[in-house]
């Protein structure tokens, strides 16, 4: 199994520009969450998918920040416009049956630096 | 009052040593309690995962749970160097229409050789 992917694994962007990473869950996982880590804050959960549709999204903290997950198998987290204090590693994680007993699997995380 | 707290540490204990590390969090109604160990730059990785008052063991590492005490602890025996790591307790809240997942700030744990 590949596990949970994400892309890109690195981006470098200017403030005021829209970023979009991705997150393929692991197959036949029916629970997707996306979070967001800073040295300042620690891993903040932003918002959790159940069978592709949003659970919770109550840790977005603007409107700036977007996510959807068309299909099984792919969601995307927007951010437009995206500013520096955006900055930090963003995470998707997966789980066969959703957050209340199963086990979370994280991708390798996304490294987001906005100038 | 952080909803899930950790010592940051850093908590340095020799190899051989047992490191306890501790979470205590604040809703009781709280049912599922996890670790996760995080390396530097690399994503969380769960370590065990607990549901009941008691103790629960897996080879090295045994989980802690005291709902009364609203306390979960995570004990690693003969402490390895590749046991340096973060370490994350994270615990399940019920909402409205399902759980949410909140992590603590971590523990980083050095294991010295």
């Known amino acids: 199994d590949a596990g949970v992917i994400q892309s890109p694994r690195h981006e470098v962007t200017e403030m005021g520009q829209e970023v979009t990473l991705r997150c393929k869950p692991i197959s036949g996982h029916n629970s997707l969450f996306w979070y967001r880590q800073t040295m300042m804050r620690g891993l903040e959960l932003l918002i959790y998918?159940?069978?592709?549709?949003?659970?919770?999204d109550s840790g977005m903290p603007e409107d700036r920040f977007s996510a959807k997950m068309p299909n099984a198998s792919f969601s995307t987290l927007k951010i437009q416009p995206s500013e520096p204090r955006d900055s930090a590693v963003y995470f998707c994680a997966s789980s066969l049956r959703g957050p209340s007993t199963d086990t979370q699997y994280f991708g390798p995380g996304t490294r987001l630096t906005v100038l | 009052q952080k909803e899930v707290e950790q010592n940051s540490g850093p908590l340095s204990v020799p190899e051989g040593a047992i490191a306890s590390l501790n979470c205590t969090y604040s809703?009781?109604?709280?049912?599922?309690f996890f670790w996760y160990r995080q390396y530097s730059g690399k994503s969380p990785e769960l370590i065990m995962f607990?549901?009941?008052?008691g103790d629960k063991e897996d080879g090295r590492f045994t989980a802690q749970l005291n709902k009364a005490s609203q306390y979960v602890s995570l004990l690693i025996r003969d402490s390895q160097p590749s046991d340096s790591a973060t370490y994350l307790c994270?615990?399940?809240?019920?909402?409205?229409?399902?759980?949410?997942?909140?992590f603590g700030a971590g523990t980083r744990l050095f294991v010295k050789a």
């Open positions: 809703d009781r109604g709280s049912q599922s």
């Open positions: 998918f159940n069978n592709n549709v949003p659970i919770d």
């Open positions: 994270a615990v399940n809240e019920e909402r409205t229409g399902g759980f949410k997942t909140i």
């Open positions: 607990i549901y009941s008052n």
